[in-house]
């Protein structure tokens, strides 16, 4: 099969969609950036447990949890919903539901991100 792309494309790696590198790039870098949050993450939870209330909202209350939660959160859920694409991408046939989908995906995504983004603030800020 003879490969259509110009020169400069074959060379960027550019598919016909011409953002299929870029987008297996940010799937790899967010897998990477999720490992150390993770760990991090369990490893909190493994050390609070058996914490009381109070213990708990203090520990989220401090600034470098409040941005490592968030982090891990916003880049967690991307993660994810760029994973959903890859599916919705190579599973669903029709051009309407794939488009519905995708855009349901990205809206869940960034309605969960933003509801986890506020509750962290209120609880770390005492609200």
């Not at 991090?40 to 989220?60: K, N, T």
Request: aromatic share 10%; net charge positive; glycine share 12%.
């Amino acid at each position: 099969m003879e490969d259509r792309r110009t020169p400069l494309a074959r060379a960027r790696g550019l598919g016909s969609a011409r953002d299929g590198l870029h987008h297996w790039w940010v799937q790899r870098l967010t897998a990477v950036a999720l490992i150390p949050l993770v760990a991090w993450f369990a490893v909190s939870l493994v050390m609070l447990s058996g914490a009381d209330h109070m213990a708990v909202r203090a520990w989220i209350g401090s600034p470098v949890v409040m941005v490592l939660l968030i982090l891990t959160i916003v880049i967690g859920l991307h993660h994810g919903q760029l994973g959903m694409q890859v599916v919705i991408e190579d599973y669903v046939h029709g051009d309407g539901w794939k488009l519905a989908l995708i855009v349901a995906i990205r809206f869940i995504a960034f309605f969960f991100g933003l509801a986890a983004v506020v509750a962290i603030l209120r609880i770390g800020f005492g609200g």
